[in-house]
């Protein structure tokens, strides 16, 4: 028996085994697993869901421990009968192969249904419904934007590409405008308190900072001078991704941080369909971070646009009113140069005003007297001898009582009688 030494044994192993070269290898584990597994039907959680301009879709499933890249093609995403969201719980039906080019394992989707919401998706609405009986989410304590901050407070990442983006639109839009950057992590374990930290150093530059407690203390430096003007805003910035990538701004106690607020917040997190714990706290939500920094930054050349419309509308009131002020001034001069047109002027207005008190003096009496000439033929009217002509007569007593019942006489009572001619004396026989 022929003793071998080690490195012979490498040798024959080698000299027995067959090289591969990559490509064959990826095609013959992907033939493995079409052979062992595929068919497969898989349940999961949707992770970093995105639709290609292809009509292609990508993303991952995972679970607590494992993810899996997956590929869903335009065909069998156009059977999609709900829109698939990062936190989706859902069901696949797919077939298992190598990714030739990078040699990833992936899962091609043939097709996708809901099965219930995912983990992650789970802690978000729980938290959210928490928050939201606690107040924070109220409309009533959302605060408007300054028209004209200060100066801007922006926490973000330094490596984000978000504070480029922000940097670039401030620059361009009010360069004049300082900014104060507190830079925290954005994404990992420790972003969440990095975040508060963040926050609680731009409260204290804020003109309400004085107030504040001391939290954990950052120091914020601002991008321009080392002092300068108190913030008036601040900017909550980071760029798109995953549910997981996005989960530090679903933390409960950074929300109560960004409620402790002294000023108002825009919170521009991710794409324009991502929504965080952040955004529903925030003053006002924007949809990118570039949107988040034009928010909150009327562009100068819009506000110098409107200095020019002033100065014009300015310069025409003035020169109106110069106007207007010059023509008095002729008038002035000209009724100053002919004393006797304006004395005869006055002469006829006072003549006019005689003429006119005249005329309602007339008329006044007139009036008058016909009023007083109707009020004597009313009382004419009330003459009792216009009875008496009729053939009625007026029986009075001897002491001028007015006789109207024979109840009011006795026999042999002397009364008087008027008639329209004169006067009779009787005496009453018998009052029946």
Not at 9 to 30: D, I, P
Not at 48 to 71: M, V
Not at 230 to 241: K, M, Q, S, W, Y
Not at 282 to 287: F, I, K, N, S, W
Request: a neutral charge; one cysteine or more; glycine letters at 8%.
């Amino acid at each position: 028996m022929v003793s071998l030494s080690h490195a012979d044994e490498v040798k024959a192993s080698v000299a027995m085994s067959k090289v591969w070269q990559v490509g064959a290898l990826c095609r013959a584990v992907a033939d493995a697993l079409e052979a062992r597994f595929n068919p497969v039907q898989v349940l999961g959680e949707l992770s970093g869901f995105s639709r290609a301009s292809s009509g292609h879709c990508y993303f991952s499933l995972k679970d607590e421990s494992s993810q899996i890249r997956c590929a869903m093609f335009r065909r069998a995403a156009s059977l999609l009968d709900f829109s698939p969201r990062d936190g989706d719980m859902v069901e696949l039906r797919g077939r298992l192969g190598v990714y030739e080019s990078r040699g990833d394992l992936q899962l091609v989707v043939e097709s996708m249904s809901q099965a219930g919401p995912g983990a992650l998706f789970e802690q978000f609405v729980k938290l959210k419904v928490k928050l939201e009986a606690q107040g924070l989410f109220n409309a009533a304590r959302k605060r408007s934007l300054p028209v004209m901050p200060r100066a801007i407070g922006l926490v973000t990442s330094l490596g984000a590409a978000a504070l480029r983006d922000v940097i670039t639109a401030l620059r361009r839009r009010v360069p004049h405008i300082p900014v104060v950057l507190a830079a925290a992590s954005v994404q990992g374990g420790s972003a969440p308190q990095e975040l508060r930290r963040a926050l609680e150093g731009l409260y204290r530059l804020t003109p309400q900072g004085q107030e504040l407690t001391s939290g954990l203390g950052v120091k914020a430096r601002r991008l321009a001078d080392s002092s300068g003007p108190p913030v008036d805003v601040i900017l909550l910035v980071r760029g798109g991704g995953s549910a997981e990538d996005l989960w530090a701004f679903n933390d409960e106690q950074l929300a109560h941080t960004l409620a402790q607020s002294p000023v108002p917040v825009v919170c521009g997190v991710g794409h324009e369909t991502d929504f965080t714990i952040a955004d529903f706290v925030a003053d006002l939500r924007a949809p990118t971070p570039t949107a988040a920094a034009e928010m909150v930054a009327e562009s100068r050349d819009a506000w110098l646009s409107g200095l020019d419309d002033i100065g014009r509308h300015l310069q025409l009131a003035t020169c109106r009113y110069l106007d207007q002020q010059s023509q008095r001034l002729d008038l002035t001069a000209s009724r100053l140069g002919r004393p006797s047109a304006l004395v005869a002027q006055e002469h006829l207005k006072l003549a006019a005003k005689a003429q006119q008190l005249q005329f309602l003096m007339l008329d006044f009496f007139k009036r008058r007297q016909e009023d007083l000439e109707r009020a004597r033929l009313r009382l004419g009217l009330l003459d009792p001898t216009l009875v008496l002509r009729r053939g009625y007569a007026w029986l009075t007593s001897l002491d001028g009582r007015t006789i109207t019942s024979v109840q009011q006489t006795h026999a042999g009572q002397a009364l008087q009688v008027t008639l329209a001619d004169g006067r009779l004396d009787l005496t009453v026989s018998d009052p029946s």
